[in-house]
């Protein structure tokens, strides 16, 4: 989910550290609210291609083919902004 505001002060984290849960709790802060699914096995998959054709020239890092579909099953229910992190 993403949501934007115009009002800062509702975007201070909440006790527990999540900023969106302040947010959730007072949807008529929200000017717009999007939804996104998470990504398929095919776009997750696609998504390691990307980054393994984008860390190519660092020669400190190995990503070799046979982690790609790894990576497509074992980040299931993940959002592309997880992906990345895992990368």
């Not at 909440?14 to 990504?39: C, Q, V, W």
């Amino acid at each position: 989910m993403t949501v934007s505001t115009r009002l800062c002060q509702v975007v201070h984290p909440d006790s527990t550290g999540n900023s969106t849960y302040h947010i959730n709790s007072r949807l008529g802060y929200a000017e717009k609210l999007s939804m996104f699914a998470n990504p398929a096995k095919g776009e997750r998959r696609q998504y390691a291609v990307y980054w393994q054709k984008k860390l190519k020239s660092n020669d400190d890092i190995e990503f070799p083919d046979e982690l790609l579909d790894q990576f497509a099953e074992k980040t299931d229910k993940f959002s592309f902004a997880y992906m990345k992190e895992v990368l």
